[in-house]
């Protein structure tokens, strides 16, 4: 067994590895998932309710993910060489597919339990930002969803630790950490979602659609420097959807304080 045999990969042993990118995907779901444990118990539901929907989530999440992915790589990456689809250590997951195929299965979940699905959304959203946040750092692990080539001076003057500005020389140039920033944002609205949102919240499904409002909005910004989007008739992918995600936040935000529930408080 040897922990760190190289940049990618957290365990060697044998023939058989774990990468680094799925102790940091791993990670994120699993304080996620016991964020939500703790929010169902305090609106007085079972918390173990959460237990099959975490594994059904991470499946169907990952699963979302990658064909996400494949489907918009396809004639680059897999046409070609489709057993490359299997292989995740590889990387190759984009999370806005993992969300549209993450919110189908909740919906279907939580119905199936007879529990309104903005209550279960307003105690889970806010701790994918948690998840989203650690997921990116798997992104850095394996060099990729960088931005922009960027000078040594400019790293420097962001203060970063020495790890993070090596991490972003690769193949004798430096880039722009939008993993970094995507993980902060997704922190700062962590936080302000919980903390803020929460404490003032009125109607179910505030949480919910304050989610996707803040992330639509930075990560369309951050899309706008990296190097490797996934793109549609030569538009980024990812941006359309950020746009999709901010309309469909604000309307939603605006339709629950105006008819949703009164909220459960948590």
């Known amino acids: 067994m040897t922990f760190f045999p190289d940049g990618k990969t957290f365990v060697q042993i044998g023939s058989f590895s774990i990468a680094w990118y799925a102790i940091c995907i791993i990670t994120g779901a699993f304080i996620a998932y016991k964020l939500g444990q703790y929010n169902f118990k305090k609106i007085g539901y079972n918390k173990e309710i959460l237990s099959d929907y975490f594994f059904g989530l991470m499946i169907t999440g990952v699963l979302g993910a990658r064909l996400w992915y494949v489907i918009f790589m396809w004639n680059e990456l897999y046409a070609e060489n489709p057993l490359e689809i299997i292989m995740f250590r590889h990387g190759g997951l984009a999370i806005q597919g993992g969300i549209f195929v993450g919110l189908i299965f909740s919906w279907w979940y939580f119905k199936k339990h007879k529990i309104d699905f903005m209550v279960a959304a307003d105690a889970i959203m806010p701790g994918v ?20 080539m960027v000078s040594l001076d400019f790293l420097k003057s962001l203060h970063l630790p020495n790890f993070i500005i090596e991490g972003m020389h690769i193949n004798g140039y430096y880039y722009h950490p939008t993993f970094l920033y995507e993980s902060i944002a997704n922190i700062v609205g962590f936080l302000l979602i919980y903390f803020v949102i929460r404490k003032i919240q009125t109607k ?18 951050i899309e706008g420097l990296r190097t490797d989007s996934l793109y549609v008739m030569g538009l980024r992918t990812a941006q359309l959807v950020s746009i999709v995600f901010v309309i469909v936040g604000i309307a939603g935000y605006i339709y629950c304080k105006k008819y949703g529930k009164p909220a459960i408080k948590a």
Not at 205 to 220: K, L, N, T, V
Request: glycine share 16%.
């Open 129 to 148: 930002l948690i998840a989203q946040a650690l997921g990116r750092w798997g992104n850095f692990f394996n060099q990729e969803a960088y931005g922009g």
């Open 204 to 221: 179910q499904g505030e949480q919910f659609f304050s989610y996707f409002i803040w992330y639509g909005i930075f990560r369309f910004f």
